[in-house]
């Protein structure tokens, strides 16, 4: 939470600065890209405790997820300013902070279960190669097992 979160509410800032200098909709999407790179990569080191960095591949699978959330967040805002031409800053914030934190459960419900579900999620057993070797007191080693063989008896002739 600390890492999305925190990642959310700069984002928020971000959108906000950039909607001034081009649409809405481009500096959601530049702001998604960038955010989505970083809170994976934080995810990665520290949240899902591989201790490394994501890797491609993971990148890939979370920009799934982040696409997701650019969605919603820019329904969000175009259904706000469908309802309200003109809503205030702290509207936009309210609304776009809402949405964005509905997506972000989302995406690190994707990412726990998905994304990262084989490196910090799951309890490994380690396989022994070899057989561990033990000295056994004499008193409880086996003696021999089953009873004593019977003689072999030969026919009586009649």
Not at 48 to 56: D, I, L, M
Request: proline fraction near 8%.
């Amino acid at each position: 939470m600390l890492c999305g979160g925190g990642i959310g509410l700069l984002s928020s800032g971000a959108v906000a600065l950039l909607a001034g200098l081009m649409p809405w909709t481009a500096a959601n999407a530049l702001i998604t890209v960038g955010s989505t790179l970083l809170c994976t990569e934080l995810h990665s080191r520290f949240t899902f405790g591989t201790g490394q960095r994501a890797g491609w591949r993971r990148h890939w699978q979370s920009a799934g997820s982040a696409t997701a959330a650019y969605a919603v967040t820019t329904a969000a805002m175009l259904i706000l300013h469908m309802v309200q031409p003109s809503p205030g800053m702290l509207t936009e914030q309210i609304v776009y902070l809402s949405a964005s934190g509905l997506a972000g459960i989302g995406r690190f419900l994707v990412l726990r279960l998905f994304v990262f579900a084989t490196d910090g999620n799951r309890t490994t057993v380690p396989i022994r190669t070899k057989p561990i070797r033990t000295k056994t007191p004499a008193r409880f080693r086996p003696q021999a097992s089953g009873p004593a063989p019977l003689p072999i008896l030969a026919p009586v002739p009649a």
